[in-house]
């Protein structure tokens, strides 16, 4: 009977948090110190918003239709990586307090849960990257649970307040982080209504309420948490290393064109600071150029920039992975060389790279240095006889 109380008070909890997502029926600490598992009654809102995508077989499409929800793909990936990533996370640059809230405003429609919620989770990850605490490593839990599975996990719901003061201090900030899916259904409904007008207003636009609802919300936000949870899964798996960072984040250009620039993800890690995370002009940061543009307004100022001494390690990386890469492919050629002329000699140069002391005897078995007449010992691989001109 308890059991069923306890069921039920947690189902309707669930419920609950659909609309109010600090309302708890347990305490957050006992809910973080839970393991991982999924809550299913609190990611229905999630499920529908990618089932709504099987929409379009009812509403059909229209190249207006599909414009639009790229288009708000676009705009609201700018939203996602230069508003909850580049301002509320990291604090990158500054604006007044109501072109914050505005910000927060903005970053709502791409429902991603509130700006205080995102930031929090955030921090976490790179207090934790690729460490058991970090909810969403792919080295950790494996590729889809840190590309959508640690989204539905119960311990992941709530927003732990006292880890953002900087932003829950601010109560229009922390309203919109509780009742965060206000904007994302005016969105839907402002879509939905301007489908309609447009249906009337410019019939050759092929276009209806439903089709804008459909296209503009379902599908664009759909590919939108896609795209931004490539970050979580797939820059911490594939691309580059300029820095070593202790976390596994790498840069990738594909990433950096789907994210708006956040496929610089290992420049990210090394400094997070920085407005910009394409640290060179041909690693493209869209984001950082629209912020760039946008500080020249005035509405939002101090951007910080990278530091010389963060190039300077760049540059050492740079240098070093550049003797590596010239020394391996020298070794490289030289013992290929080798295993056409006498195969055991390439095990010998092996082993002389390998051991000091073992090459120290052979040096001494062998007497004086043997390699002098190297292209005399030279022999084609298809005939067995000897070919002379081939450099050592
Ligand atoms: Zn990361
Ligand atoms: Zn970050």
Known sequence: MTHQKSFARRFFGSLVQWVDSDYSADSPESIWAQPDGVNLVRCIPFAILHLGCLGVIWTGGSWFAAAVAAALYFVRMFAVTGIYHRYFSHKSYSTSRFGQFLLALFGATCVQRGALWWAYRHRHHHQHSDEPEDAHS????????????????????????????????????????????????????????????????????????????????????????????????????????????????????????????????????????????????????VTYYLLKALSWTGFIWELKGVPPSIYREAELRNHQDTVARFSMSSVQDEINTLKRVVPTAAAIAMATVNSPALATQMRKAEGPATHKNMSELMIDDQTGAARPGLKS
């Open 138 to 285: 792919p080295h950790v839990h494996g590729f889809w649970w840190s590309h959508i599975g640690w989204i539905t996990s119960r311990r992941n719901f709530p927003t732990d307040y006292s880890k953002i003061r900087d932003l829950a201090k601010y109560p229009e900030l922390v309203f919109l982080n509780r009742f965060d899916i206000l904007v994302p259904v005016v969105f839907a409904a402002g879509l939905f209504f301007m489908g309609h007008f447009l249906a009337e207003a410019a019939p050759t636009l092929h276009t209806s309420g439903a089709q804008m609802l459909i296209w503009g919300f379902f599908v664009s936000t759909t590919a939108l948490f896609h795209g931004t949870s490539c970050i979580n899964s797939l820059a911490h798996l594939m691309g580059g290393r300029r820095f070593d960072t202790e976390d596994d984040s790498r840069n990738s250009f594909i990433l950096s064109l789907i994210t708006l620039g956040e496929g610089w993800h290992n420049n990210h890690h090394r400094y997070m600071s920085a407005t910009r995370q394409g640290f060179y002009w041909w690693e493209i940061d």
